[in-house]
């Protein structure tokens, strides 16, 4: 069956543009994260999703990142002026049901941002 | 606040050896610790977990020893094969949610033939 999917596979914008990243979850997946992975580095939680409660914003590192989700299908994860640092890869998850991720929660394959 | 750690960057094994990559985390509160294995440009992917109640877990050719005294856990792959070739990453779970982690920098594993 098919896994999560994210589009585009690679972003490459300039500094100040705004980007708008998707994620595709598994179908009948009620949780949904998004992570940030600098170079070399582990993951940053960034927001979760579970059906339709308030997402947890807590992670998002500035208000030029927002995410939303359309019930409990695609999401986007919006970065507004790009900067230098915003490069990195971001990934998103799903599980079919919240709490604590692990065997049951499955990764795409990210989106590769490049800010020039 | 809680921070993990990885001993090494870069372990290189000889194929058909015993891989071991360790891991340090700094709150003792955390209770759920994960592996991961990422490929180049792929996501990450589950290998093993460990609850704070036991101290060893074995999988398929994969062990996770969990130390809580010195707040330490390792995994451990046995007879290593071209394609355990990643970077694996550990994560605990932080003790303010049940759903967010915090993950190490990773270690690269090569696997020489």
């Known amino acids: 069956g098919a896994g999560v999917s994210q589009s585009p596979s690679n972003k490459v914008t300039e500094k100040g543009k705004d980007v708008e990243l998707r994620c595709d979850p598994i179908s009948g997946h009620t949780a949904l994260y998004w992570y940030r992975q600098r170079l070399g580095q582990g993951l940053e939680f960034l927001i979760y999703f579970q059906g339709n409660s308030a997402p947890d914003k807590s992670g998002l590192p500035s208000d030029r990142f927002s995410a939303e989700r359309t019930g409990e299908s695609v999401s986007t994860l919006t970065i507004q002026r790009t900067q230098q640092e915003d490069s990195a890869v971001y990934l998103c998850?799903?599980?079919?049901?919240?709490?604590?991720?692990?065997?049951?929660?499955?990764f795409g394959p990210g989106t590769r941002l490049t800010v020039t | 606040g809680e921070s993990v750690g990885l001993h090494l960057p870069t372990l290189s094994v000889q194929e058909g050896d015993n891989s071991i990559i360790n891991c340090a985390y700094s709150n003792s509160a955390s209770d759920y610790f994960i592996w991961y294995k990422q490929e180049s440009g792929k996501g990450p992917q589950f290998i093993i977990d460990?609850?704070?109640?036991?101290d060893k877990r074995q999988g398929q050719r994969v062990t996770v020893l969990l130390n809580k005294t010195v707040k330490h856990l390792s995994l451990q792959i046995a007879a290593t094969q071209p394609g355990d070739s990643a970077v694996y990453f550990c994560a605990a779970r932080t003790t303010d949610s049940s759903y967010k982690l915090i993950f190490g920098s990773g270690t690269r594993l090569l696997v020489r033939p």
């Open positions: 998850a799903s599980s079919l049901r919240g709490a604590t991720p692990g065997p049951e929660q499955y």
């Open positions: 460990i609850r704070s109640n036991m």
